[in-house]
Nanobody, 124 residues
């Protein structure tokens, strides 16, 4: 059974940092692209970052480049998103998702598996 569990969200002040985690189980982790998405109230869900361990590729949305870093630990079946210089606009529920394979535009494909989300709140 495929399962994705996010953790590490919380409340931080603007300019602060958080690292959120996505623990995966039930599938061959290295064969999948793992992505982070977020959704704020009143906004559509948007892709943040993703990683495919098989080809060591990463991808970032423009609005987080230079601030966020995605990484993976295959041995632990875990993907991390290090978020620095957080802004109030980053406030959202952050979701981890998985899709098989690697993709040219990995934040635009349909992901098959989703976690429950973790809340990140950045105070003004």
């Amino acid at each position: 059974e495929v399962q994705l569990v996010e953790s590490g969200g919380g409340l931080v002040q603007a300019g602060g940092s958080l690292r959120i985690s996505c623990a995966a189980s039930g599938f061959t982790f290295d064969d999948y692209t793992i992505g982070w998405f977020r959704q704020a109230p009143g906004k559509e869900r948007e892709g943040v970052s993703c990683i495919t361990s098989s080809d060591a590729s990463t991808y970032y949305a423009d609005f987080v480049k230079g601030r966020f870093t995605i990484s993976s630990d295959v041995a632990k079946n875990t993907v991390y998103l290090q978020m620095n210089s957080l802004e109030p606009e980053d406030t959202a529920v952050y979701y981890c998702a998985a899709v098989y394979g690697s993709w040219y535009a990995p934040l635009e494909v349909s992901y098959d598996y989703w976690g429950q989300g973790t809340q990140v709140t950045v105070s003004s």
